[in-house]
């Protein structure tokens, strides 16, 4: 198996590293070959704009995606995303390492979707959900956050953790066709004692050997709407 | 009424900069004062990292929100941070403006809330939701969007738009203690008529000068919750 790993912290000490070098370590041990686009290391940059395309098909007005779709089709993207982009159709397994800021990706991991998902190749037309660019490939989230489990569920103080990582575990990922893995978790992170993270690495590498016996989370099917994509009757019951 | 507006657009001629204008313009003409952020004309840098520090409380070992509570206290917070938060503190009604890019903020957005919510200052300790740091100010989230209308409710294919924002509205502004204000959305922009987009500026002026007039979404209240953030018995029910 073929695993992208995008790691995006700033500290190379920090306890999100090691679930990093522990994932590249586990599967690599395996048998799978792993790549890391490690953002801050790499100085990605976040920042979508008109930069990001060669000739354009608008050269004096810029709509995002639809540059995206004329770049994809005439290579004319800029290599920074063009290797990233390469790297994901590589890759059976994207690993998404990062931590929580505000209920989401750093804004620098935010910048790599925005950049390398691009229209054209990740969805486009009617290829989402299921149907979209990416089918066939999974995707695991790893995250380290400052909450702790009781603060997450459906009466607790945030809501259930996939409601508040819904743009990115449905919005983003589903709808460019990855199966959704379980996300893995690291709750309370800055304030655990050293044993404490010593057992989450421990769960880790345990939940990185069951990887291909984990029912991926359920999102919409395109079968269940029609040509507009409004809901089919049946799908409504 | 002071008012900030952050706009998150890469195409100075693009419709959501017009949204941008009309407020500026509208809120202006009814005697508030408006300051703009303009992310990409600033260009703001939306990597958070160690360099956002002076003087650090643990120069050898980065946690991101730890160094902000000790800047926030010891004002050794970066100059262009500093600057942004004081824009807030100014404000009492903020706006922003931004395309959504994956059922979020752009990056370059992202980053403006990752480096500029400070922990000690939006939040912190016990202070969040009803009792966050920014409590007693409003804000206003008005997005452009590729989608259409009948795609978004609970049985459309991508659920309900509130839900898709939740990180956003409720992890994040309500979060911080602001009143958060139903968003105002402009649907399927690339693709539509310019009388339509006429009628999107014209209900958004409208929109502008009820602002006072609208209930504010409801969120968590810690009263709602122990000292450990667990729910008390009566919110269970």
Redesign the interface.
């Known amino acids: 198996m073929n695993v992208l790993l995008v790691h995006a912290h700033?500290?190379p000490?920090s306890f999100n590293a090691a679930l990093k070098d522990l994932a590249v370590k586990t599967l690599s041990e395996a048998g799978h070959t792993v790549q890391v686009s490690d953002l801050?290391a790499m100085q990605w940059n976040?920042?979508?704009?008109?930069t990001d395309f060669g000739a354009r098909s608008k050269p004096d007005?810029?709509?995002?995606?639809?540059e995206q779709r004329h770049g994809a089709q005439n290579g004319t993207i800029a290599s920074d995303i063009q290797s990233e982009i390469a790297k994901v159709e590589w890759s059976d397994l994207l690993i998404l390492n990062f931590?929580i800021?505000?209920?989401?990706?750093?804004?620098?991991l935010?910048?790599w979707?925005?950049r390398v998902?691009v229209s054209g190749l990740f969805y486009g037309g009617k290829r989402f959900?299921d149907q979209g660019g990416m089918r066939g490939k999974r995707v695991l989230v790893t995250f380290t956050i400052?909450g702790?489990p009781?603060?997450f569920g459906p009466?607790?103080?945030?809501?259930e953790i996939e409601?508040?990582?819904?743009?990115?575990l449905?919005?983003?990922l589903a709808?460019a066709g990855f199966d959704v893995l379980p996300p893995f978790a690291a709750y309370h992170v800055?304030y655990i004692s050293h044993e404490a993270r010593c057992a989450i690495l421990d769960d880790y590498r345990d939940y990185l050997g069951r990887l291909d016996t984990l029912e991926p989370l359920s999102f919409?099917r395109m079968s269940d709407?029609d040509e507009?994509?409004?809901?089919l009757p049946c799908?409504?019951l």
């Open positions: 700033y500290e000490q801050y976040p920042v979508a704009s008109q007005y810029c709509v995002y995606a639809l931590p800021f505000w209920f989401s990706t750093p804004a620098i935010k910048g979707i925005d998902f959900y400052g702790q009781h603060m009466e607790a103080i945030h809501g409601l508040m990582l819904r743009p990115l449905r919005g983003t709808y800055p919409p709407f507009r994509l409004h809901p799908s409504v």
